[in-house]
């Protein structure tokens, strides 16, 4: 049964996330843990499915801890020692929502997942009446705000004497981003920082269309950063002071980099994804740390692996993909609120032109090529040998797609979508266009032949 996508359960509140079915999710959980934190992002749909989710976890036995309307990294923050759900879609339109299950705050891995599905398809009757569970209220977000001021000025420094525009875009951002910035001494501007389930203001996906308006708002003001959240906050997109975005490798490269300069570890890694730049590599590197890679939506894997493999000596000290980071030091969860905390502090003490100045920049493409569920498992088989055929010079790598890289640090990675009916084509050289075409070309091809 595949409930799971990349980042926990996702999909439409009225037809596939409904209550019964987040009853039946708390529930199969329940027989996971003891105790269960459960919080919720600003969506419409919200109140009802925790109120779902908590039923299902009582009638199964476990005790509740509802800490209501909180960011997912503050719900991670709470579950330490314990286990939580956040009912949240994300980045995902507000009709949507889903659910996000952590265990002492690191997501749920695969073998979890599949477990907890599989006790969802067999379904299961609540228990005896005096068996069930209790809900108790906890407030966490003065402890989480506190706790990310603290960390971000023991790591680096406070924010004094930088100006800082934040895009909440209507989520549950709004309710820790600006309060922990100012807490370090930024002068904060919040722009749609009231949670509002509709999110009126923009989609709730950042990217450099959607945050149109706070880049305006940041090229024409006195502001040297602009940070742009999701629903949740748990992605950060960075707005440079002329309103542009800083692409999302960039700022990888820039935290990775900082982090193994100011590790004392034996052997500090950087892990990250296979659809990510060789500029990450490259700073990690010359830093004096490595890089590994692990699939998308799976970080925290990365993250045991890495350290499973390495040895005593081996340390994660951070890891990200795309817009979404992990501070380890500071916990297992991905944490868009700690990043902003770090970036402005790393702003204001180094600016933001000296932290790019270093990173390579090269033209990044990536593309989409249509191709239907049922053809990608063919396809991918076809390219594993028609790309090293077409780049024979290239090293090849197979674990996360096809991923191939040249002797001038020039790369691309294929890889089927896990959510859409697509083949993706990732490419990072000085002549993208070029390259983008190759592999675009051998990929149409093979999706056309998969389907004979």
């Keep these: 049964m595949e409930l799971f996508g990349t980042a926990g359960i996702r999909g439409d509140a009225e037809s596939e996330v409904t209550p019964s079915f987040a009853l039946a999710v708390g529930r199969a959980a329940a027989a996971d843990g003891e105790e269960f934190v459960v919080g919720r992002d600003g969506r419409e ?3 009802a499915l925790a109120a779902a989710v908590e039923a299902g976890l009582e009638s199964g036995g476990a005790d509740v801890v509802r800490v209501g309307q909180v960011p997912t990294p503050a719900l991670a923050f709470a579950s ?39 006790r969802v398809e067999t379904g299961a ?9 209790s809900a108790t209220r906890e407030a966490i977000l003065d402890d989480y705000r506190a706790a990310v001021a603290d960390y971000a000025r023991d790591r680096v420094g406070d924010c004094a004497g ?13 309710l820790a981003t600006p309060q922990v910035l100012r807490e ?4 904060v501007l919040a722009l749609e920082a009231n949670v509002d389930g509709h999110f009126p203001a923009r989609p709730s996906k ?20 602009g940070i742009g959240h999701d629903g949740d906050a748990d992605r950060t997109v960075v707005v440079d002071g002329d309103g542009e975005v800083v692409h999302e490798d960039t700022v990888l490269a820039i935290l990775g980099s900082f982090y193994v300069r100011t590790s004392d570890a034996a052997d500090p890694v950087v892990v990250t994804t296979p ?7 490259d700073r990690v590197e010359a830093a004096g740390g490595r890089v590994e890679r692990v699939r998308l939506g799976a970080l925290h894997e990365g993250i045991d692996a890495a350290v499973s493999a390495g040895g005593d000596d081996t340390t994660v000290v951070f890891a990200g993909e795309p817009w979404k980071h992990v501070h380890t030091a500071f916990g297992p969860w991905i944490d868009g609120v700690t990043s902003a905390a770090v970036l402005a502090a790393l702003v204001a003490r180094d600016g933001l032109d000296d932290l ?3 990173v390579a920049e090269r033209p990044y493409r990536k593309e989409s090529v249509d191709c239907p569920d049922g053809r990608k498992e063919r396809a991918m088989g076809l390219l594993e040998r028609r790309l090293p055929e077409a780049f024979p010079d290239a090293d090849v790598d197979t674990e996360y797609g096809v991923r191939l890289t040249f002797e001038d640090g020039a790369w691309t990675l294929v890889r089927p979508s896990g959510t859409e009916p697509y083949v993706r084509v990732y490419a990072e050289s000085d002549d993208v266009d070029a390259l983008t075409r190759e592999v675009v070309a051998v990929v149409e091809g093979a999706v056309a032949d998969a389907g004979e």
């Design 206 to 225: 950042p990217t450099p269309e959607t945050l149109a308006n706070l880049r305006s708002f940041v090229a024409d003001g006195d502001c040297e950063l």
């Design 125 to 133: 009757d609540p228990l005896a009446w005096d068996r069930w569970g």
């Design 275 to 281: 659809n990510a730049s060789g500029r990450i590599d």
């Design 184 to 187: 370090l001494g930024a002068d």
């Design 45 to 47: 749909t919200g109140p």
């Design 80 to 118: 330490r020692g314990r286990r939580g759900i956040m009912v949240t879609a994300s980045h995902n339109p507000p009709a949507d929502n889903g659910l996000k299950l952590f265990v002492d705050g690191t997501e749920y891995d695969r073998e979890t997942e599949r477990a907890l599905a599989g």
């Design 356 to 358: 790019r100045a270093p």
């Design 162 to 174: 930088v100006d800082v525009a934040v895009d909440c875009g209507n989520g549950v951002g709004g």
